[in-house]
């Protein structure tokens, strides 16, 4: 078993940064694929950005977000910088056994965090 712990969550305006944190416990994280998801209401959950031998983002993320590791803390870090409106959702951490290359895919995580809400407010 994996648990996850999301945090950093939170309200910020429209311009502003976050950064999201997720510690992991239970299984090897060095060799593990780490990902970020997001869930706006209403709508479905999507990629936003992973790690695992390299990095992906979604286009939508591109040059504003930065997923990063410290696989001495067990933890994946998501900076978000120049936060939109639309931006706005529950992030969800996500862990894959193994370092993959299909990144974007939800079948690529055997677990998930609980997810931690990011407001921006316009």
């Known amino acids: 078993q994996v648990q996850l712990v999301e945090s950093g969550g939170g309200l910020v305006q429209a311009g502003g940064s976050l950064r999201l944190s997720c510690a992991a416990s239970?299984?090897?994280?060095?060799?593990?694929?780490m990902g970020w998801f997001r869930q706006a209401p209403g709508k479905e959950r999507e990629f936003v950005a992973a790690i695992s031998y390299r990095t992906s983002y979604a286009d939508s993320v591109k040059g504003r977000f930065t997923i990063s590791r410290d696989n001495a803390k067990n933890t994946v870090y998501l900076q978000m910088n120049s936060l939109k409106f639309e931006d706005t959702a529950v992030y969800y951490c996500?862990?894959?056994?193994?370092?993959?290359?299909?990144?974007?895919?939800?079948?690529?995580?055997?677990?998930w965090g609980q997810g931690t809400q990011v407001t921006v407010s316009s």
């Open positions: 239970g299984r090897t994280f060095s060799s593990s694929t």
């Open positions: 996500a862990f894959g056994s193994g370092l993959s290359s299909s990144l974007p895919l939800p079948t690529t995580y055997d677990y």
